[in-house]
């Protein structure tokens, strides 16, 4: 079973820049897409971005696309979300998970491995 752990949550300014980690422990994830999500309060949990077991496709959410981008490092089984350019509605806790192959259209009502998720908070 492949675990994982979020980390690099913070607070920042609007129009700062933080980058998230996604690694994972038990076993690698080398071979398994991974997905960046989040749940803001009184929100339901949104896909945010993906990448495949290579590194070599990527999905972005429309909110995202052109500030975040997520990468990996299979040797080190990590996951980073690189995020720029944020704003405040970006506040949320964001978690990680292995997801299904095939893109953000297969997410829906899976039942997702969730770690603690790490906070991320924009301030105005």
């Known amino acids: 079973q492949v675990q994982l752990v979020e980390s690099g949550g913070g607070l920042v300014q609007a129009g700062g820049s933080l980058r998230l980690s996604c690694a994972a422990s038990g076993h690698t994830f080398s071979g398994y897409p991974v997905g960046w999500f989040r749940q803001a309060p009184g929100k339901e949990r949104e896909f945010v971005a993906a990448i495949n077991w290579s590194g070599g496709r990527t999905y972005y959410a429309d909110s995202v696309k052109g500030r975040f981008t997520i990468s990996r490092d299979n040797a080190k089984n990590t996951v980073y979300l690189q995020m720029n350019s944020l704003k405040p509605e970006d506040t949320a806790v964001y978690y990680c998970?292995?997801?299904?192959?095939?893109?953000?259209?297969?997410?829906?009502?899976?039942?997702?491995?969730w770690g603690q998720g790490t906070q991320v908070t924009v301030s105005s």
């Open positions: 998970a292995v997801v299904p192959t095939g893109g953000p259209q297969n997410y829906k009502d899976k039942n997702l491995n």
